[in-house]
């Protein structure tokens, strides 16, 4: 069993904040800081490039991290061991599941997503069929619409799994299955959901999945993305950005590539070292989580809210699914004065976002958040909506979190 | 005039190490650390996600450190101001600036390079005529044979101005001149130039320009690559990795992508900020070198190196350009039994490497180096080819650098 009280001690938290923002960057782990020093002075400084070979956790070289620290994440999203790498960021990555996909499915020109997906995932498609100059496109429906829009046109499925603005989940194994019957490749988006819920990309079927690690994972601003490949494609998966760490000799240095054994060959350069360092430091944590009762306590925290802020503040109307399975680790509510009530609860020292039009969201990461948080939270937020504090001109401009 | 000796003594290097790899991965700034526990504890932990707005030096906002430091960079390679753009890694820059020259030359299928180009480079152009899926072709040329090969055919020539073996610079503004006289674009990439001469891509007329930070520039293991683009093409280049760091506007989340201005349609994914905060110490060093003094300082000492080791080590063969100007800031010797002398010469703490087959190389770092090196590096080379060193048991393994 998870000890959550365990786990809030080991973040740093900015003394009377209530954060419910790491759904969109993790706070800093206590760690973190001692461990970069040691990787910066020790490794860096004192290995210079030998570092490559004898840096790094367990002195394994800096050069295998991405492979190590991804089957950590592996783990996480319910990943066979070795099919998980880590490197660059999740746009990338999107862009490398999204070329191997159209590659692996020639005959198909139609990249299938929907208005609920990020619009960063959107608009890497749009730049790949620029690059193809060919008579592919990028068909975008309504989250309700796919099921009908899954057709035989379709190369491929991309979606993300919970929706950033309003927290819906989609059935990953349902839709997936879906397009499989329809001879579509599907990647899925795990941005909102690794270390949000107890991912299985395994059992639910997934081609290739992608996530960042700066959100839940807690691996600090700009960490690392990672990607997930299927066995059954891992090893025939064409890498449209074919670098040299992901070729099957590196430091061979051939002048032709071929492509490395599974997941390896979607590595594209230099690993990025020192923002490795961090998020070890973060996935140290995350080696102590059941997933499982990790999700049961995030379903714990966000009914607690809905039902506080449901019977407290009337003028918010939830856009968030009730149903558990239906939901991530965020709850989001409409509000018309959205925006200057949020900075006005971020004045108050509980920190979430606003996302256009109308919608305030909240992220729960049990990881650091828990059931008084929460109560002061809606105590909070109750007081900013019934005495309109957004109105006070000290209200108005968004609170420094120092 | 900058001072060498001054800056030399901001850089952490191991006791009784002369290091001559900094063109492989340059030494750690003093400063690098201190100012990396500040982005970690008050940036990232204190400030949480408001650091994107008001973190970074100035606290001018981590989101715009990408486009402050390319300008750091931008002085160093010639580039016009607001050029140039930090991020992702050189492999993903080689591939953008690739994709970007074939969409601005649709009519025209080749791209053209040399065999002493980074293997890496040439790799990202295949994936790219792979991704494309079209009758485009990477056509790869000796060095000698380029100006030949630049026909009416080429739409861009992808060229590394040093080779990364030989030392070789080949000539940036005659090269592109030609390119442009035949209708192709050209790409520069400086991984061996940046930080080791005084470039002007500027009046080389480069079309884009790419390099990575971690060699020369002293950024870190894995530090943030960097793009130019010329101001010919920035507002009118169409990105290939259109991701949303990139659109020209973020955080309206609009679910169609249009281009931001400039070199930022080039940025892509979320900024790596704790790899900025170690490049960032190293800049302020660049921020006191004078280009001209610097390229001066270089010759001097590889000149002294190639006299020196000439004279004592007949041995060897150079392998680098004698003359100034067809060569970077490393130095390069032929020797069948390189690799195993290397070994032996490392483990007497003279730190260059290997490249197949016969290469034993050699960079020289004015920043940290000095005469006083090169004489000593001369004796021990001298010492360790002359006796064999390589042939005892001692020095047949890669000596730890501690």
């Known amino acids: 069993m998870t000890d959550f009280a365990a786990t809030k001690a080991l973040f740093h938290l900015p003394e009377g904040v209530i954060y419910l923002d790491g759904n969109s960057l993790g706070p800093l782990p206590r760690s973190a800081p001692d461990r970069m020093a040691q990787v910066m002075t020790r490794e860096w400084g004192d290995m210079l490039i030998t570092g490559w070979n004898r840096g ?27 099919h998980v790498v880590l490197g660059d960021t999740l746009s990338v990555k999107v862009y490398q599941a999204l070329a191997s996909s159209l590659m692996m499915n020639p005959g198909r020109k139609v990249i299938l997503s929907d ?41 491929v499925l991309m979606l993300t799994e919970v929706d950033y603005r309003t927290g819906r989940r989609h059935d990953m194994a349902a839709l997936t299955a879906l397009a499989h019957q329809n001879g579509a490749y599907v990647i899925w988006d795990l941005a909102h959901s690794a270390g949000a819920l107890s991912v299985d990309v395994s059992g639910g079927g997934a081609d290739f999945a992608v996530g960042c690690t700066y959100k839940y994972l807690n691996g600090g601003p700009g960490a690392p993305a990672f990607i997930y490949v299927s066995p059954r494609h891992a090893d025939r998966t064409p890498p449209a950005l074919s ?17 490395g054994a599974g997941v390896e060959r979607m590595r594209v350069g ?9 998020l070890d430091a973060a996935l140290d944590i995350w080696d102590t989580v059941d997933m499982q009762a990790l999700r049961a306590a995030s379903l714990r925290l966000t009914d607690q809210f809905i039902a506080g802020v449901e019977s407290s503040c009337p003028m918010l109307t939830l856009a968030t699914p009730r149903e558990h399975n239906q939901r991530g680790s965020q709850v989001s509510f409409r509000f018309a004065e959205g925006y200057a009530a949020m900075q006005a609860l971020i ?34 937020l109750t007081d900013v909506l019934h005495n309109r504090l957004w109105d006070r001109p000290e209200y108005r401009n968004r609170a420094k979190v120092t």
């Open 347 to 380: 004045a108050r020292g509980v920190i979430g976002d606003f996302r256009a039009p109308d919608i305030m969201r909240f992220g729960f990461t049990p990881l650091f958040i828990d059931q008084s948080d929460v109560d002061r939270a809606i105590a909070i």
């Open 115 to 155: 208005t609920g997906n990020f619009p960063s995932d959107l608009y890497m498609a749009e730049g790949l069929v620029a690059t193809r100059g060919q008579d592919h496109s990028l068909r975008t429906v309504a989250p309700e619409d796919l099921a009908d829009a899954i057709t035989d046109e379709v190369a």
């Open 270 to 278: 230099t690993p990025p070292v020192l923002a490795l360092a961090a």
């Open 56 to 82: 790094g956790r367990d002195s394994a070289g800096w050069m295998g991290q991405p492979m190590a620290m991804g089957d950590k994440i592996g783990r996480l999203i319910g990943a066979e061991p070795g």
């Open 243 to 259: 670098g040299w760490l992901g070729h099957a000799s590196p430091f061979a240095f051939d002048l032709s590539y071929r492509p």
